[in-house]
């Protein structure tokens, strides 16, 4: 909450929006703000639509977000914020209990930078990601979006808890190459003295 309230932004991309748990805080911190938040399954949707469907700057659109505009699998986790497009990896059960695969689903996949009609005009935009491992592959797909974003705010990992994931470095060199510099780490997680995964918030260098 601390951190939302120190941030000056023109607008909140809310990527892996769940339940809605991250839009609330920012409708607290900064109601005035307008949200657009992405959540691929029907159920967490449908959550967070009873919790944000009354508020006027809070848009839900019902869809993961990638590279490329497609239909993917989605694994499903036990725990449904641990769901993924990548497959669950031993070290992300491992680590974290009731995170086991329950099944899977097939998804819609678009790409931020098609969604821009949602944002136009802004330019302090503030982008979180929350997506199990599928960080790169979102901003990827975002080159223009980060155009008009201040910050993004990603969980990344330091070890692959999903088969296949880009890790927090190749994250942060991404952002790197186009202009976003790293400036703090919030909510780290540990096993063993070893750093598995944190939020990292990235602001643009201006």
């Not at 601390?2 to 809605?20: F, M």
């Not at 609330?24 to 992405?38: E, G, N, S, Y």
């Not at 060199?173 to 400036?183: T, Y």
């Amino acid at each position: 909450m601390s951190l939302l309230k120190s941030l000056e932004v023109d607008g909140i991309i809310d990527v892996g929006a769940n339940r809605g748990q991250f839009t609330l805080a920012c409708r607290i911190t900064k109601p005035k703000i307008p949200v657009v938040a992405f959540e691929p399954i029907p159920d967490e949707a449908h959550t967070f639509r009873k919790i944000h469907g009354q508020a006027s700057n809070v848009t839900l659109i019902e869809s993961a977000l990638g590279e490329v505009t497609d239909v993917a699998i989605l694994h499903l986790s036990k725990s449904a914020d641990s769901s993924s497009l990548l497959p669950i990896g031993r070290r992300q059960t491992e680590y974290f209990r009731d995170t086991a695969e329950v099944g899977t689903i097939k998804v819609s996949v678009q790409r931020l930078d098609d969604l821009s009609v949602h944002w136009r005009g802004r330019s302090s935009q503030l982008l979180k990601l929350d997506v199990q491992g599928y960080e790169l592959n979102v901003l990827r797909g975002a080159a223009q979006t980060l155009g008009s974003c201040k910050y993004v705010y990603a969980e990344c990992s330091e070890v692959e808890l999903y088969e296949g994931q880009a890790l927090k470095q190749e994250v942060s060199d991404f952002l790197k190459s186009n202009g976003f510099v790293e400036k703090g780490m919030f909510n780290p997680e540990y096993q063993q003295s070893e750093l598995i995964q944190a939020d990292y918030l990235f602001q643009r260098d201006e």
